[in-house]
């Protein structure tokens, strides 16, 4: 079995700063390292004119001995496994491979902890493989805020009660504040600097403990089905309404006073870097809030019911800016994006697709299943009857003209999110004995 646990550090002034100075060589490594794999697609694409392979180095371009491909186009390209047989290198080992080169002619690389710098390329490998095989988005070039973590693997760190050692840093302190069960052995390592500090995700593993099987349709005795919102978080098919209690909303006063309070600072000075500090923790304690409030939310569904139906919705295309519009001149004229934000900023407030995923990662623990299903006209039609009309539906309030049926909007779609996951699924009705509720107001949780 694996899980996760975080710790919060606490660094000497000394280890800080080398760990700040890692993740600037870092950064500058794995742009390198995305370049060349970008240069060499290129190259195998559109070959450079001339008998090289790479007009910067020169080298020659020979079948037998030139690295071009679509992946890499540094170091040798060819290995010898255990049996003698030479195969060609991925991508990764062969960035690998040239790593001792880039540290001569790099020499500020060898204060790096070699595994760290490793574990660097294996990021940028994992987000190519999730880029052709899961469809993900092509991997960009990192700013120095997007990315503030390195990695060890696993077998390397130690944790010894509050401390924990780690290669090239040495024994950095930490706030203990969840025990390691025991049975349970340190995995891979990362190190995190956010606007607070440091932090520590260690991963666990217990081979003792098996992974809990998930429950199969023909299993499933309750089904909830969720539909999220802006003004109620969840509505849940029982009736039961969860609050959103809109934590950016909260402080935007503050932090709009913070912005301003930043943007009349001495550009370079030190007191400008303070004051987006102060607006940085401003942002984290927001991020915390909410984190901690969907754990509690996944938690509660989870305990309601066996399968969770949610919808399947494209959440980066609903908060994605309207297309300008221009008139016969061709002078642009409003579309509509200024009333659309404070829509975008309560759904990304809301963060509907973090609470999908903890929903999923408590119901892997649990054995739970959870699903997705298309939304399309689920507000719209009477989950008794199933006639769908638009104008079956007035703001929050839901009245069937066929059948007459009055409930909440939201509560009638997750009704018909899960009648239609259960159907996707192949539940049967009969075999399920649902779960009941009360309809009511928007509480926070118990």
């Not at 061709?330 to 404070?342: E, H, L, P, R, V």
């Not at 006639?387 to 069937?400: D, Q, Y």
């Amino acid at each position: 079995m694996l899980t996760a646990y975080c710790y919060k550090l606490n660094p000497s002034p000394r280890q800080s700063q080398t760990m700040s100075d890692w993740l600037d060589r870092l950064r500058g490594l794995y742009n390198f390292a995305l370049r060349e794999r970008i240069e060499a697609y290129e190259q195998v694409k559109a070959p450079a004119m001339g008998d090289f392979c790479r007009l910067d180095n020169q080298g020659e371009c020979c079948p037998l001995t030139c690295s071009v491909s679509k992946s890499a186009s540094h170091a040798y390209p060819w290995k010898v496994d255990k049996e003698g047989n030479h195969k060609r290198r991925s991508a990764f080992e062969m960035q690998c491979a040239s790593l001792p080169d880039m540290k001569e002619s790099r020499p500020w690389y060898k204060r790096v902890n070699a595994q760290a710098t490793q574990q660097t390329l294996r990021q940028l490998d994992t987000a190519f493989k999730n880029f052709f095989e899961h469809g993900r988005g092509y991997p960009a070039f990192k700013r120095r805020s997007h990315f503030r973590s390195f990695s060890y693997p696993p077998g390397v760190a130690k944790l010894n009660g509050n401390r924990a050692y780690v290669p090239s840093i040495g024994w950095l302190r930490f706030f203990n504040s969840r025990p390691i069960p025991e049975g349970y052995t340190v995995r891979t390592v990362t190190l995190r600097r956010k606007a607070d500090g440091w932090y520590m995700s260690v991963r666990l593993e217990n081979k003792a403990v098996p992974a809990i099987p998930t429950l199969q349709p023909s299993e499933v005795k309750t089904v909830l089905g969720v539909d999220v919102g802006v003004r109620k978080l969840a509505a849940l098919s029982t009736g039961e309404m969860i609050a959103n209690p809109r934590f950016a909303q909260q402080v935007e006063r503050r932090k709009r006073i913070r912005q301003r309070r930043s943007s009349r600072k001495v550009k370079g000075s030190k007191n400008r870097r303070k004051a987006y500090q102060r607006l940085a923790r401003l942002d984290q304690t927001v991020a915390q809030r909410r984190t901690d409030y969907q754990w509690k939310v996944a938690n509660k569904l989870n305990r309601q019911a066996q399968c969770l139906i949610f919808e399947d919705l494209n959440i980066k295309g609903m908060v994605k800016r309207c297309k300008p519009k221009q008139d016969e001149t061709g002078n642009f004229i409003g579309n509509g994006q200024a009333a659309k934000s404070g829509l975008n900023k309560a759904i990304l407030d809301a963060a509907w697709g973090e609470l999908k995923q903890k929903s999923m990662a408590v119901a892997a623990k649990s054995g739970h299943l959870v699903w997705s299903t298309n939304p399309y006209q689920s507000s719209q039609e009477c989950s008794d009857c199933h006639f769908v009309s638009p104008t079956n539906r007035a703001g929050e309030k839901f009245l069937c003209e066929s059948c007459g049926k009055l409930d909440d909007a939201d509560t009638n779609a997750s009704t018909n999110l899960r009648l239609r996951g259960m159907v996707e699924l192949g539940i049967s009705l009969d075999a399920v004995a649902g779960v009941l509720g009360k309809l009511g107001k928007s509480t926070p949780l118990e």
